[in-house]
Nanobody
Framework: QVQLVESGGGLVQAGGSLRLSCAAS????????MAWFRQAPGNEREFVAT????????YYADSVKGRFTISRDNALNTVYLQMNSLKPEDTAIYYC???????????????????WGQGTQVTVSS
């Protein structure tokens, strides 16, 4: 079965950096658009970033643009989220998501994605 396993979360001071990883198994990774979402306590899950199957196209939420970078390694079946200049408002559980697609269409909603990881906690202290 499909599994997405996130790692790399933790506690960091404001202005610091973290790199999240999401290892995928049970699917043909290179045929999937991948994304990161996050959910803070009391808030709905929100879109953070997405990357096309070929890594040719990326798209970011305005709140993270210029600070976060999504990338993927299709040989390792892994998607990454490099997070720089972290702010306390970035504190959330970060989830990896996948949807089968060989187009460059952007999927920005939680309902667009078929598979989800269990999440990894990111806490940014002020």
């Amino acid at each position: 079965q499909v599994q997405l396993v996130e790692s790399g979360g933790g506690l960091v001071q404001a202005g610091g950096s973290l790199r999240l990883s999401c290892a995928a198994s049970g699917l043909t990774f290179s045929r999937y658009t991948m994304a990161w979402f996050r959910q803070a306590p009391g808030n709905e899950r929100e879109f953070v970033a997405t990357i096309s199957y070929s890594a040719g196209i990326t798209y970011y939420a305005d709140s993270v643009k210029g600070r976060f970078t999504i990338s993927r390694d299709n040989a390792l079946n892994t998607v990454y989220l490099q997070m720089n200049s972290l702010k306390p408002e970035d504190t959330a559980i970060y989830y990896c998501a996948a949807v089968r697609s060989l187009s460059n269409y952007f999927f920005l909603g939680t309902r667009d994605y078929n598979y989800w990881g269990q999440g990894t906690q990111v806490t940014v202290s002020s």
